[in-house]
């Protein structure tokens, strides 16, 4: 069974920066694909980001020079640095992991079995 505790989100205002954490209980976090999605009021769960097990990033065009990801084995952690920040990206995001390497890039919600609990994000001036 893996865990996901996703942490660092908050209130700030367009143009500003957060960093996303999301730790995971897992032995071997490197055999993880890891990715990042997000869910507004009343929007169904989208795509934000994926990192694969080597590291290679992926992202959706909404964020694609704004957000970075990255991870850390040694940590067991998978971050996601957000800058630039927009009033249209205010949502509660989730990390989601898969133990399966059975797709380049797992951008589908369904194809990870496992989630966090998610964290607010909210850009407001």
């Known amino acids: 069974q893996v865990r996901l505790v996703e942490s660092g989100g908050g209130l700030v205002q367009p143009g500003g920066s957060l960093r996303l954490s999301c730790e995971a209980t897992?032995?071997?976090?490197?055999?993880?694909?890891l990715g990042w999605f997000r869910q507004a009021p009343g929007k169904e769960r989208e795509f934000v980001s994926t990192?694969?097990?080597?590291?290679?990033?992926y992202y959706a065009d909404s964020v694609k020079g704004r957000f970075t990801i990255s991870r850390d084995n040694g940590k067991k952690t998978m971050y996601l640095h957000m800058n630039n920040l927009k009033e249209e990206d205010t949502a509660l995001y989730y990390c989601?992991?898969?133990?399966?390497?059975?797709?380049?890039?797992?951008?589908?919600?369904?194809?990870?079995?496992?989630w966090g609990q998610g964290t607010q994000v909210t850009v407001s001036s």
């Open positions: 989601a992991g898969d133990t399966d390497n059975d797709y380049p890039y797992k951008v589908l919600a369904r194809q990870y079995p496992y």
């Open positions: 897992i032995d071997t976090f490197s055999s993880l694909v």
């Open positions: 990192i694969r097990r080597g590291g290679t990033p």
